[in-house]
């Protein structure tokens, strides 16, 4: 089946079927032109015939001209004299020719017409045989003759038609002998050419397939100069024109995905059904913090928020662009949803997503700086101006009030001193002023120092504090003091912030890159409107601002200045009452 459906088999197929058709009209053409040739030159020759012996008869004596005419027959004609009603003589019969009755030819009435009128006649019949029951078709040429003795006689010719037809199935056969012989030729001349023609087309196929699996150098060769060499010609064109546009289109696509890559914004685009084709590295950054806040692990998932979901479905049924607002571990997302066209109907949409959370936060920060400052001096300055005025006014009588009021004055004027510097070294810091020594530092040692440091107050509070170190090498450089002091202070909030029974653990890991240390905790958390604040000045977990361990709020913005200065960053997990996550890392340093 494979072969009648290859081009090989069609045209070979149709050039036999055309040149059967053909011959097959000529062939019957030819046999009835053969098959009326030979009737009418048989007709032809037997009545020069007759007019021979009637000539002989006339121009000779009677017995002569008989023993003439008996000669100028063939073994398949018969001869038929007839002088009277009387008198007659017929040609010598033979196994081969047949005899008609003297009677057959005086009682047909066209017959004996020879003798009335003295004119030729010819007819064909199918006279009974004495000895055969079938009518054998006979042709029968009657010619007049004048004797001496102007006696008016007839010669009859006559001869069996299937003379004629055994020549014409002669003819038949060689003429069907012709037609096999030329069938048999167009079919090897067809089976050539197919294969002649169909081979480039093959080799053409070949260089298709192999085109079609990215090979775009693959060229056909030219063999000839017509028109399956100019479609090689053209082949050949088309593949270095795919090349070039597949080129063309693989840049577009690198530069297409640098500028996603480099983009601020997040970028995600839908298909028609609302699956995820394509995104950038902070639209995968808002999805992960999605995935986190509902509860899963697997970040290869194809989910996206409800209010995006939303959107996308607004833009894909009105065909405008929607813009809404989604809150995410307490950071603000803006999401502008446009659908996309594919020439005349909508074949996806587009998410921008864009991260409002700084400038909300620099609005928050605006307004709650001043408040912040004159709060945080104005509750040291209270107690100093009113235990001053105590000790002024001679309230405080004894030696020990004056002593425990000189000492809350001391305290607080430390507690402002303490605030002070560490809003000017949160200042140099910002300002890009602060000064690392680094040096190579053996982690294990080192962490276990500072990790012994919260040993006395975790057992206070009855909390597990554990570390979980997994580093390649055991040496890692830093600026020991600052770290210390970013680790010191993460871990003493995870211990303030953590109910009893509960769990601190510092991990610490490295890799190709640098190092990673994350300080866990299961405690209290941070609710998700406050975690983009969490690095800014001032911010407390303690919302009462309480005296005593409740701290500055400075300790988190220095940390992040810290580590910014290692050329690291530092980020928050959290999930309000399950615990916090603080992660930073550092890189490696080029020696």
Do not use: C
């Amino acid at each position: 089946m494979m072969f009648w459906r290859s081009v090989v088999g069609k045209l070979w197929f149709t050039i036999l079927l055309l040149v059967s058709f053909v011959l097959l009209i000529l062939t019957v053409m030819l046999l009835e032109f053969f098959e009326n040739y030979h009737a009418k030159e048989t007709e032809r020759e037997l009545t020069n015939t007759a007019l021979k012996i009637a000539e002989m008869l006339e121009e000779h004596e009677l017995s002569v001209g008989l023993e003439i005419s008996w000669e100028l027959v063939d073994d398949v004609t018969s001869v038929t004299v007839i002088k009277s009603t009387n008198e007659y003589y017929s040609s010598p019969a033979s196994e081969a020719n047949i005899e008609l009755p003297i009677s057959y030819f005086l009682d047909d009435e066209e017959l004996s017409y020879v003798l009335k009128t003295e004119e030729p006649v010819k007819k064909i019949s199918s006279p009974a045989m004495m000895n055969s029951s079938e009518d054998l078709r006979t042709l029968i040429i009657g010619v007049p003759f004048r004797l001496k003795t102007d006696e008016t006689g007839a010669v009859y010719l006559y001869q069996s038609l299937e003379v004629i037809q055994e020549t014409t199935k002669t003819t038949t056969k060689f003429i069907f002998l012709a037609a096999g012989v030329a069938i048999i030729l167009t079919t090897i001349f067809a089976f050539f050419l197919s294969t002649r023609i169909t081979a480039p087309l093959r080799k053409m196929k070949e260089a298709a397939f192999e085109v079609a699996r990215g090979k775009f150098d693959t060229k056909v060769p030219i063999l000839d100069q017509d028109e399956i060499g100019e479609l090689a010609t053209a082949f050949n064109q088309m593949g270095r024109q795919l090349k070039f546009n597949i080129s063309a289109l693989s840049q577009e696509k690198e530069q297409l995905k640098s500028i996603l890559s480099s983009m601020a914004d997040g970028v995600i685009t839908f298909n028609r059904d609302g699956t995820i084709l394509i995104t950038n590295p902070p639209a995968e950054r808002f999805l992960q913090n999605w995935y986190y806040e509902q509860g899963s692990t697997s970040t290869n998932s194809s989910a996206v928020p409800s209010e995006v979901m939303e959107l996308f479905q607004l833009a894909v049924n009105t065909e405008k662009e929607q813009v809404g607002e989604v809150s995410i571990q307490g950071r603000f997302w803006v999401i502008i949803v446009s659908p996309l066209y594919n020439q005349t109907f909508i074949r996806g949409a587009v998410a921008v997503v864009r991260d409002m959370t700084e400038e909300r936060q620099l609005d928050k920060l605006r307004k709650d700086f001043i408040a912040n400052v004159s709060h945080e001096l104005r509750t040291p300055i209270s107690m100093m101006q009113g235990y001053s005025e105590a000790i002024v006014d001679d309230i405080a009588q004894t030696d020990e009030e004056k002593k425990e009021m000189a000492k809350v004055i001391y305290d607080e004027s430390l507690r402002m001193g303490r605030l002070v510097n560490e809003l000017l070294d949160l200042a140099r810091m910002e300002a890009g002023h602060i000064q690392l020594t680094v040096e190579k530092i053996d982690i294990h040692p080192y962490l276990q120092r500072i990790i012994r440091k919260f040993h006395g107050l975790a057992k206070d509070k009855e909390i597990h504090l554990n570390a979980d170190i997994q580093v390649a090498e055991d040496a890692f450089q830093f600026d020991p003091d600052r770290i210390e002091q970013v680790l010191t202070n993460l871990i003493d909030n995870a211990i303030r912030h953590t109910p009893k029974d509960g769990r601190v653990i510092v991990s610490v890991k490295s890799d190709d890159r640098g190092l990673h240390m994350e300080v866990s905790d299961s405690g209290s958390g941070i609710p998700d409107e406050d975690l983009p604040f969490v690095f800014e000045r001032f911010y407390k977990a303690d919302k009462a601002r309480t005296r005593g361990r409740s701290g500055t709020g400075l300790g988190l913005a220095i940390a992040k200045n810290i580590i910014d200065a290692h050329k690291g960053y530092i980020s928050v997990q959290s999930k309000l009452g399950q615990g916090t996550t603080f992660s930073f890392f550092i890189p490696r340093i080029s020696e």
